[in-house]
């Protein structure tokens, strides 16, 4: 199908709000932390101009079973996988904080929520616009800009790749980010713990990859 200016302009909308996260990560969040609030702004007036609701955008109880139940199909090979690498690697020695500590568990569930609005909510809704709702173009572009997000990590590029490609794909088929937002903060604990802090820096990307200094925290 030709493309469209409404097309063409969510495309390009779409790459433009994923330069403006990476800028951010890499310059202004040591430089000018408060510029965080300028991807909500851009994200609140998008929402607005495009005229989402709560179901476009995800935020629903309607179809939570049927969500869930099909996120099954990513999170539980995933989390199987990981926990055999854990093991393979010698990890058992090591607690899986982000998992069993509760105060770290939420927050870092409602950083995976706030993820899950910004990859889904936002950037896939885009997407499939931009490429006339097909979704394995819209999950390849997506799944593509979210792993280039966490360069330089050696772990978690290729690994949000494939989440982010799953994640969207699960999105564009019942548009619902709560269990995405469960699976994605579960698996994350699990990856935290399966490999050496050595390789991924305590999850960190951008300036902050460079800066790890052997801290186990």
């Known amino acids: ?61 309607d179809n939570l079973w049927p969500a869930t139940r099909r996120s099954l199909w990513f999170f539980v090979p995933s989390a199987l996988l990981l926990w055999i690498t854990g093991l393979s ?29 910004l990859l ?8 499939l616009s931009a490429f006339n709702n097909n979704a394995i173009a819209a999950a390849l572009l997506s799944g593509l800009i979210f792993g280039a997000l966490h360069w330089p990590n050696p772990v978690l590029v290729p690994l949000t790749f494939i989440g982010g490609v799953a994640m969207t794909w699960l999105f564009a088929r019942e548009r619902n980010i709560l ?12 990856i935290w713990w399966a490999f050496p802090l050595l390789w991924h820096h305590s999850m960190r990307v951008g300036p902050g990859f460079y800066s790890f200094h052997n801290s186990f925290h």
């Open 179 to 190: 269990p995405l937002a469960l699976v994605q903060s579960i698996l994350g604990g699990l």
């Open 120 to 127: 889904n909510s936002y950037l896939t809704n885009r997407l």
């Open 89 to 117: 690697l010698g990890m058992l020695h090591r607690a899986p904080v982000h998992l069993i500590n509760r105060q770290r568990f939420i927050g870092y569930l409602a950083f995976c929520l706030l993820q899950q609005v």
């Open 1 to 61: 199908m030709p493309w469209s200016s409404r097309r063409a302009f969510d495309l390009l909308e779409a790459l433009a709000f994923a330069t403006l996260v990476a800028w951010y990560i890499w310059r202004m969040q040591t430089a000018a932390l408060w510029t965080w609030s300028l991807l909500l702004l851009w994200v609140t007036v998008s929402f607005l101009l495009h005229r989402d609701t709560p179901k476009t955008i995800g935020w629903r109880a």
